[in-house]
């Protein structure tokens, strides 16, 4: 499965939002089978559609897609240099899909800052400048083997203007990801080498009350990391709501004036950022999300099910969601048309309801 890194400077709150997720791991109860590391954390992909598609076919069960954090703790001053836990934490990311920084906004004179004053830019900048230091190294080795080959070769020619690009990018101490679409790296060309920063950005907004409440001040906070995306949450009420019933947990959520908990936000955005997307499955045992890759075709999808259902694909049977919610059965479905036959080359589109058509 795809996974999440959670970084963060110490005392931002990592280990709060971590055990939080953790006590959210829903797996022991779906997935009995399934071990889990102890720095990782599997919580629900919180998706309303699956209830209503659950009445509609009086499912038994629902078992919703999931998203996978790992805490990569240790980040320090110097780790690009292999300081300390240094080298481990390089090598965490490294197997990570996309990072959630975690950043302290929180006042609370009782919580020490490591570098003495909170300052959400300067902690960003902080552990952005290691991974940056790190890629560049990554390019100092391959830059000059690259360079040997090169000698007028076209192809060669053309990863290595996207080394460069990338180089002058790290230069100027950005990192890969937030400058893809601004200098025009090509990415292709730069996949292979695994760089650090050039894996999507979260950034977790661990704040209190104050800025919760304070649309201005988030939007800045947003801006500032754009095109990453941004989460804004209080770690200690997060951990706080996992230990309440979904109804005390909802009304406590109401009294703070937010609609769905932080976790909940994290799960929705890391999904989406990891690049993927869900379609749906529904019969009277259970309705189901089932996780594909943005732009999948239907057999890759049968193929999430099972492989037999990729090699023997025949046809999927697709309803929206939406058109089957609105015709209110699957055969009012069918009687509107509103059911499409659709073949090998379709390209799922979330909020399929499928029923795939296998020959084997
Ligand atoms: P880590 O070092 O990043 O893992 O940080 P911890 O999760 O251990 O948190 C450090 C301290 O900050 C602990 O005493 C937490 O209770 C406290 N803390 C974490 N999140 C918040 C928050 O949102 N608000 C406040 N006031 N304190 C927090």
Known sequence: ALTI?????????????????????????????????????????????LERLAEIFGSERILPATVSFVDIAGIVKGAS?????????????????????????????????????????????????????????????AVPKLEKQVKGRKAEQAQLDAYLAARKVLERGDT???????????????????????KPFIYVFNCDDGVLGDAEKQRQLAESVAPAQSVFLDAKLEADLVELSEEEAREMLEMNGQEESGLDQLARVGFDTLGLQTYLTAGPKETRAWTITKGDTAPQAAGVIHTDF????IKAEIVSFDDLTAAGSMNDAKAAGKVRMEGKDYVMRDGDVVEFKSGL
Request: aromatic share 6%; glycine share 10%; charged share 20%.
């Open 81 to 141: 240099e292999g300081e300390g836990l240094g080298n481990q934490f390089l090598a965490n990311i490294r197997e990570a899909h996309a990072v959630a920084q975690v950043v302290r906004v929180f006042e609370d004179g009782n919580v020490v800052h490591v570098d003495g004053k909170v300052d959400p830019a300067s902690d960003m900048e902080t552990i952005n400048t290691e991974l940056v230091l790190a890629d560049l190294q990554t390019l100092e080795n």
């Open 176 to 198: 890969i990801f937030s400058s893809i679409e601004s200098d025009g790296l090509d990415m292709e060309h730069l996949g292979q080498l695994g760089l650090l920063t050039a």
């Open 5 to 49: 890194g959670i970084v963060g400077l110490p005392n931002v709150g990592k280990s709060t939002l971590f055990n939080a997720l953790t006590r959210q791991t829903i797996l022991a109860a779906n997935y009995p089978f399934a071990t889990i590391e102890p720095n990782v954390g599997v919580v629900n992909l919180p998706d309303e559609r």
């Open 310 to 313: 990729q090699k023997g694909f």
